[in-house]
């Protein structure tokens, strides 16, 4: 699938044939620096695009809003036409009773049974009442960064604040957190539209893993309850409604990796953008984040470039017929800088921009974020705090990317502060 891929990218970038239509080619030179012309590429040539992996492309934000907000498409992996995928001969030794039913997988009612009561833990009060213990948490790594001379915004901050809070949340025990660490990484690169045999199998061997530790974890919580989400999904009970085990690892493993593998390249990312456009990083400095800003910052970086449906019927868009069972995969990216949407200023970021709030980063309709608005507490408490802590703050070198093309991020961001 790869060599395929990069065959045709060498003979269309070597323009053998101008006349040849575009095609989306994350693996293109350059692209996990800038996705952002490619994107405005297809977006403007292809916007309903067959992908050479098999699977679809929406690229226009107003065909993602009205896709993601259709009831009758799905999310669960049976409904997928695998022939369809290129990826499909890596995926045909899983066992289906393996894969993942976390909400982000399951269609209703199986979703709405367990949103809801995962949904218990995120109402907008207790998120709100756990400001003090993030800003307590932000005010420690920063103090650790004045203290470093020139230091890492990833390692220190960006990384650690989120995957301290929702450990926090959840009540995990302290131990294995770089293995942790490393086996969601591994994870989450199946969410990528190209995959390699590799790590398609780094990824299989790591779920194993981290399911096999979160089902000791749940264990050891069962009879070391306090006060915490995974006691709260433990105990459960909503009009008779349980979830087995198996489902409450899977929303546990959903919340762990959801928890902190976004949010690290909304703090890492938009932190960098800050620093590149330091009229606004001045703004946040003087005046603090604006009520708008930390959307911008999320429309401006799309920390989640892709989120995915399943058609379950032929369906139609700009005169494209979408056949059933094809794998969608929704631009987020490239919806939120969409000029038809966006207007003129679509390629410039604006922390005032009134209808910020519009960006599909967090997806929409039913499988809506479910930690947003803990995301966008974390990222305003960290990045505001940066802004006022360091007055001034110089990029050492060039950033090294985390290689992902969905959850595209970064991996370190060397600064100096003075
Ligand atoms: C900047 C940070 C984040 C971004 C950009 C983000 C983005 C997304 C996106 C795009 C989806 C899929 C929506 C769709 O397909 O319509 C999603 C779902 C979800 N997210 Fe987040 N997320 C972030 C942080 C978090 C955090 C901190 C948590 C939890 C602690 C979380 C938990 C979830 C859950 C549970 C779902 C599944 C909801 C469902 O299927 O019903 N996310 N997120």
Not at 28 to 42: K, N, R, T
Not at 157 to 162: C, K, R, V
Not at 297 to 308: A, M, N, Y
Not at 375 to 402: T, Y
Request: proline share 5%; hydrophobic share 40%.
């Amino acid at each position: 699938m790869l060599r395929r891929l990069t065959d045709r990218a060498a003979s269309y970038h070597h323009g053998m044939d101008a006349t040849e239509p575009v095609f989306f080619n994350p693996l293109a030179e350059g692209y996990i620096d800038d996705p952002w012309s490619h994107l405005a590429e297809i977006r403007e040539q292809d916007p309903v695009h067959h992908l050479l992996t098999g699977q679809w492309g929406l690229f226009r934000y107003d065909d993602t809003f009205t896709l993601l907000r259709d009831p009758s498409l799905s999310v669960d992996d049976e409904n997928i036409d695998m022939e369809r995928l290129e990826r499909a001969a890596l995926l045909e030794d899983v066992d289906p009773d393996d894969h993942n039913r976390s909400i982000l997988n399951i269609d209703p009612p199986d979703h709405t049974r367990l949103r809801r009561l995962v949904s218990k833990a995120f109402t907008p009060r207790t998120i709100e009442a756990l400001r003090p213990m993030i800003q307590r948490m932000v005010d420690e790594m920063l103090d650790q960064m004045a203290a470093d001379g020139d230091t890492d915004v990833v390692e220190r901050l960006a990384f650690p604040l989120p995957f301290d809070v929702i450990s926090e949340m959840l009540g995990m025990p302290e131990a294995d957190k770089d293995l942790i660490r490393d086996w969601s990484g591994a994870i989450v690169k199946m969410i990528d539209p190209v995959i390699s045999e590799e790590e398609v199998a780094a990824a299989l061997d790591a779920d194993e893993k981290m399911g096999a530790h979160l089902a000791k974890v749940i264990d050891w919580k069962a009879d070391n309850r306090g006060d915490d989400l995974l006691t709260l999904l433990l105990e459960a009970e909503d009009d008779g409604d349980t979830m087995t085990r198996r489902e409450l690892r899977d929303q546990v493993s959903l919340l762990f990796i959801a928890g902190h593998e976004t949010t690290v390249n909304l703090i890492g990312t938009g932190i960098r953008e800050l620093l590149r456009h330091p009229d606004q990083f001045e703004l946040v400095r003087a005046h603090g984040m604006p009520a708008t800003g930390i959307d911008e910052l999320l429309r401006w970086v799309s920390p989640v470039q892709i989120t995915r449906r399943v058609a379950t019927a032929d369906i139609e868009f700009r005169g494209k017929r979408i056949p059933k069972g094809a794998l969608i995969l929704v631009s987020l990216a490239s919806s939120n800088r969409d000029p038809d949407f966006w207007g003129p200023t679509a390629d410039t970021l604006d922390l005032a921009r009134a209808n910020a709030g519009q960006h599909v980063s967090f997806g929409s309709g039913i499988h809506y974020c479910l930690g947003a608005s803990l995301a966008k507490l974390e990222a305003e408490v960290a990045i505001e705090s940066f802004a006022k802590r360091f007055g001034q703050v110089d990029i050492v070198g060039e950033p090294r990317w985390n290689g992902r093309i969905n959850l595209r991020g970064l991996d370190e961001l060397i600064v100096r502060t003075h």
